[in-house]
DNA sequence: CACAATTAAGTTGCGCACAATCAAGTGCCA
DNA sequence: TGGCACTTGATTGTGCGCAACTTAATTGTG
């Protein structure tokens, strides 16, 4: 007793539609929250990076986030504009921004540190169910992620 | 022994990070696949609508997806343009605009039957593995809802 | 050293997501 | 029946995500 072919096509067999609806869901949440710190949810992962390793390159930020220039240089420019990083070219090598957090910027760190705690909160799942789906969802991606590589080939 | 709360700020502890990393490499996944039918992944979302339901106002549309007017006005006009839906007020109720799916795009969903079946493929998951993440991701979404809307009060 | 290939950021263009606002149609009810 | 609240969809503005392209700097190679 196999499914037939058509009804793959129901939305509500879709994991990916799943996938994208709590994405979203999550965005409503910090979107409450963060507004509090004047940040969107990309520009609060960006601080999260910078808040861990200080000072890098945009590259760096970019791996760290899987996010590319196309993304962060308008990101950042506004981060900047916010008075939260600075950008400044690398000496060592004139094609690297090195970008770090300013002295707000830091600051705004102890304003953030209870956002985890209500984001968990507000998800209903204990520490173990969270750190489970966590761990689902990466390998997901990295199974996606090889399978777009290879289909280029 | 607990985790300090600084560690919490951890861009490798968040969910929603795994959560958004894992949507966006689906999105370059149906991006391949979804490239030989003309359609974005949201576009395609909206036909497997239609297709399920044959017609039925923006309204419902949103409902199903989760999107409102703002995203989904300009969306059917490129389906429109693209000659796969058409829009028609209601005679009955003049807000109303009922969506339904041209013969072409009708005729689009036989070459999108395999879509499914790839995508499956590319995550390298088994089908009640799927099906498992499914359910917690909808229950997430579920309790997420929750906390946004009780937080409006 | 010259010059091609590579790399880092930025820019442009398009589509999506969502808040806020607006216009038009509907329905209720004093 | 006239007025008012509600509903539906469209529009506007902001920000994100990504592909494609440009510019400038660096590296590798003959």
């Given at each position: 007793m196999t499914t037939p072919t058509a009804d793959w096509l129901r939305l509500d067999q879709q994991i990916c539609f799943s996938l994208n609806a709590a994405a979203r869901a999550f965005g409503g949440v910090y979107r409450?929250?963060?507004?509090?710190?004047?940040?969107?949810?990309?520009q609060y992962l960006v601080m999260l990076v910078l808040w861990e390793h200080g000072e890098l390159p945009v590259k760096r930020l970019g791996e760290h986030l899987r996010l590319d220039s196309g993304t962060l240089s308008p990101l950042l420019k506004r981060l900047e504009a916010a008075?939260?990083?600075?950008?400044e070219r690398s000496a060592s090598d004139e094609r690297s921004v090195r970008v770090r957090p300013?002295?707000?910027?830091?600051?705004?760190?102890?304003?953030?540190?209870?956002?985890?705690?209500?984001?968990a909160?507000?998800?209903?799942?204990?520490?173990?169910?969270i750190?489970?789906?966590?761990?689902?969802?990466?390998?997901?991606?990295?199974?996606?992620?090889?399978a777009t590589t290879a289909d280029r080939e």
């Amino acid at each position: 007793m196999t499914t037939p072919t058509a009804d793959w096509l129901r939305l509500d067999q879709q994991i990916c539609f799943s996938l994208n609806a709590a994405a979203r869901a999550f965005g409503g949440v910090y979107r409450v929250i963060l507004k509090d710190l004047g940040l969107t949810y990309p520009q609060y992962l960006v601080m999260l990076v910078l808040w861990e390793h200080g000072e890098l390159p945009v590259k760096r930020l970019g791996e760290h986030l899987r996010l590319d220039s196309g993304t962060l240089s308008p990101l950042l420019k506004r981060l900047e504009a916010a008075g939260l990083v600075r950008r400044e070219r690398s000496a060592s090598d004139e094609r690297s921004v090195r970008v770090r957090p300013t002295e707000e910027g830091r600051a705004l760190r102890e304003r953030a540190l209870e956002v985890p705690r209500r984001i968990a909160a507000a998800t209903g799942f204990d520490l173990d169910e969270i750190q489970d789906l966590r761990t689902r969802l990466d390998r997901l991606t990295d199974a996606l992620d090889t399978a777009t590589t290879a289909d280029r080939e």
